[in-house]
């Protein structure tokens, strides 16, 4: 007689077959395993060989990679914990000690003190260009460089890339473009048909948008570009969970209607932010007054749910921290895409090119009435005239 000890590891006992539902199941599992001990392999490449360890991917993690690279038009998709983990695996696959990388002004702050932090001192040299710079990024080329960063638009500033003009330059001279393509939602622009090369976005934000996941992705279709990205994916041993793969493929089904709605009501709060006294610039792609407004018309399909403002020069700090404070259904807060609206100052954003004052702030939109949302804002606003006239 078998002892209960080992029943409970070897149960004779299972649930019967024959399920069949619209979910695709959350499978988990460090262990996979093998048929035969000659089948034994240790591969990160999942998809052509066969499973061989949870941490390169369980059929959940590996379907919602498939359905993002299908989205994306993509040859191959890994997943990595986060968008930032995202980008420490394309800066590691792509760029070695002694080379050197181009970054855009407007790249999203933790980009830019990861290369700023770690980049330095693996002796990867790095140079900050102007986002709207276009094909003059040529000039700023080395016999180092291996890698041109985009993210269009850009975090905070929103600066509209001329992605296609850098794209074209790049190829000339075999050099890698990477785009930040987390605005897009891997949807809104499309990367590949632009000429870039890597791909990368934080899942967190639409895909998952519901602000309760962190996942990022990095698409490509060159054979050699995934080779190189898998190979220091399998060493930095960036795991992924499949309960968080599980949330952004129930994201997935609903990005549709969510993206639509997104742009509608952003759209709407942003014109009625860009008519008041108190707002010096709007700065939403799909406004001309957002720097880079033609790129976004000639290669953009849509807008989305995050934009900023300048607010005028009249108002001080502490009447902007007094305005957000003062906001009801905005919360304060990073991260967007959700279904929330939050805004959060960016008093300090530094920027080579462009000057905010010290005024500026970010908005997300969520899926709340834009009328109450305007509604907010106004009464925010109106307690801020009162403030000046007291004064
Ligand atoms: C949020 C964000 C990231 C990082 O994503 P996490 O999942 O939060 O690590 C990268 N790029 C952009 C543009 C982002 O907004």
Redesign the pocket.
């Known amino acids: 007689m078998t002892s209960w000890r080992t029943t409970l590891i070897h149960p004779g006992v299972a649930a019967p077959e024959g399920f069949h539902s619209l979910v695709s199941p959350t499978y988990r599992g460090s262990t996979t395993l093998f048929r035969s001990a000659a089948d034994v392999q240790d591969t990160w490449r999942q998809e052509e060989l066969a499973y061989s360890y949870g941490l390169y991917g369980t059929p959940t993690t590996l379907e919602l990679a498939a359905r993002i690279g299908e989205l994306e038009r993509a040859r191959h998709t890994l997943l990595t ?7 420490a695996l394309i800066y590691l696959a792509f760029a070695r000690s002694g080379d050197h990388v181009l970054v855009p002004d407007s790249i ?1 702050g ?2 830019r003190a990861l290369a700023d932090g770690l980049l330095a001192s693996l002796g990867i040299d790095v140079t900050y260009y102007d986002p709207l710079i276009g094909q003059d990024v040529e000039a700023l080329l080395r016999p180092n460089t291996r890698l041109i960063w985009c ?1 269009s638009p850009g ?1 905070v500033t929103m600066e509209v890339q001329d992605v296609p003009a850098i794209a074209a330059v790049a190829r000339r001279h075999g050099i890698v473009v990477a785009l ?1 393509n ?2 897009a939602a891997g949807i809104l622009f499309d990367a590949f048909a632009h000429g870039v090369d890597v791909s ?6 639409y895909v998952g948008g519901h602000s309760d996941l ?3 992705s990095v698409s490509v279709r060159e054979e050699s570009h995934y080779t190189a990205l898998g190979k220091i994916h399998q060493l930095l041993g960036m795991a992924v969970s499949p309960d968080d793969g599980s949330l952004a493929l129930r994201g997935l089904q609903t990005l549709g209607v969510r993206l639509d709605q997104l742009e509608r009501g952003t759209l709407a709060v942003a014109r009625w932010l860009g008519e008041q006294r108190h707002i010096q610039t709007v700065l939403h792609p799909a406004l001309p007054s957002c720097p880079g407004h033609e790129n976004w018309a000639r290669d953009f399909t849509g807008s989305a749910s ?1 934009f900023s403002v300048v607010f005028a020069s009249h108002l001080s700090k502490d009447s902007l921290i007094g305005l957000i404070d003062r906001l009801r259904l905005f919360k304060i807060g ?4 959700g279904v929330t609206s939050l805004a959060v100052p960016y008093f300090d954003a530094v920027r080579q090119v462009r000057s905010y004052g010290g005024r500026l702030v970010r908005f997300n939109i969520g899926l709340e009435d834009p009328s109450d949302l305007i509604a907010d804002l106004e009464q925010a606003f109106a307690a801020l005239g009162g403030e000046m006239l007291r004064k």
């Open positions: 914990p986060g968008g930032q983990a995202a980008i999203y933790p980009n993210e975090s930040d987390t605005y990368m976005q934080a899942l967190t934000k962190l996942l990022g995050v990073y991260s967007w895409g």
